[in-house]
């Protein structure tokens, strides 16, 4: 395993933590198009695109959007939901096996609304996830004071989804798995990819900067920057760089039992080993600028919406990039022209989720198995 970062750094290290089987549903959904410009104009909303770089994203944008008719829509959340269905009992089960059990737990997941009259406004996610066997109690208020009494007074609706979980540190979660890869036998090596060296037609070894690593089989699955990697095989693909943030508050006051969807901020409080991490967001901007403090002013805002006794005094702040496709679909493929070339990219918010299947489904694809998913919505061979 080649990585220029150390297990568990960069998307790894800061994710929301959660083990979203709900996440079948895009987030473009049919009519998202409309609130575009409402999100984009909102101060403390969850969507910025920098005015330079709009330009550059607009092809992706527009596809994006198209990609948000009733019938793709369907077809993308059957898509995913066949990857999604029992990936909290895999990571449980994996976390067992490799000695990381202490960083990963089934737990409810509430999707907090203000009222009723609010959830109704997002029934059709709902009704998609029902459709794709899903299923939820409503918390209501007292309950739901009961179950979580920091959260504010106005928030009296809560859907409590069922088979889900998180991690309480998603960074020692990689970290052990990785050291388990290396106890049985497994080399990971800190380096940076500068070429793929192809003869008769096959990879045969990667230039790094520390020299020439030999291969026989090459799986690319370097998130945002897997990009300039599939066009050195097959062709230029549409992978956005999506930039999310988090703050982690430590000493926060309050407890929270579970990890918590924010609706209509577009975040998620999560418990964490060290206190609360508030996590999510979406700017469009170059890959490599600097990261937008206001983002993390925007979730220290939500934060004490949310949970009106927190205390913000002692916070750490963070910014990651997602590797996001036009059709929220992740590529996991054998490549066209490539026969020992194989992706697994672009999972968008649900890396941490899918990881365990995505890697059954790679190694099904490189030892010749049949997969037990039908690969075809997830070929690179769609763009």
């Known amino acids: 395993m080649v990585d220029k970062f150390a297990p568990g750094e960069a998307t790894s290290f800061g994710n929301a933590g959660v083990l979203a089987e709900c996440g079948c549903v895009p987030v473009n959904l049919p009519g998202f198009v409309s609130k575009v410009p409402q999100l984009m104009l909102d101060p403390q ?37 066949s990857l999604l269905s029992g990936a909290t009992a895999r990571h449980v089960a994996l976390a ?142 549409p992978l956005q760089s999506e930039r999310g943030y988090h703050v982690e508050v430590h000493n926060p006051g309050i407890s929270l039992q579970q990890p918590i969807m924010y609706a209509a901020g577009k975040l998620v409080a999560t418990p964490v080993e060290n206190g609360i991490r508030f996590a999510g967001l979406v700017e469009f901007a170059e890959l490599d600028s600097l990261p937008d403090r206001n983002f993390c002013h925007r979730l220290l805002y939500h934060a004490r919406r949310l949970f009106p006794t927190i205390c913000l005094d002692d ?20 490549s066209e022209n490539f026969s020992d070339v194989f992706y697994a990219f672009g999972h968008q918010h649900m890396g941490l989720t899918l990881g365990p299947h995505t890697g059954e489904l790679i190694a099904d694809l490189v030892s010749g198995a049949r997969p037990g998913v039908d690969l075809q919505p997830f070929s690179i061979s769609r763009f």
């Open 45 to 81: 909303g969850p969507l910025s695109i920098s005015a330079g770089y709009m330009h550059r994203i607009a092809p992706w944008g527009i596809s994006f959007m198209l990609n948000s008719r009733r019938s793709k829509f369907e077809q993308v959340a059957d898509a995913m939901s």
């Open 315 to 334: 916070f750490t702040e963070w910014m990651g990039n997602r590797p996001s496709m036009p059709d929220s679909l992740p590529v996991i493929s054998r």
């Open 96 to 237: 067992a096996e490799h000695g990381a059990s202490d960083w990963v737990c089934a737990s409810p997941y509430y999707y907090l609304y203000r009222d009723e009259t609010d959830f109704m406004a997002d029934r059709t996610a709902w009704q998609a996830r029902e459709q794709r066997g899903i299923t939820y109690d409503i918390l209501q208020g007292d309950g739901l004071a009961q179950a979580e009494p920091a959260i504010a007074e106005e928030y009296r609706y809560a859907v409590s989804l069922h088979g889900h979980g998180f991690s309480r540190n998603p960074e020692k979660l990689v970290k052990a798995l990785a050291a388990s890869f290396v106890e049985k036998g497994g080399e990971l090596v800190q380096a940076e990819i500068r070429d793929v060296i192809v003869e008769d037609n096959q990879p045969v070894g990667l230039l790094t900067h520390k020299g020439v690593l030999p291969v026989s089989k090459l799986v690319v699955a370097a998130g945002v920057w897997s990009r300039q990697l599939a066009a050195r095989f097959d062709r230029d693909i």
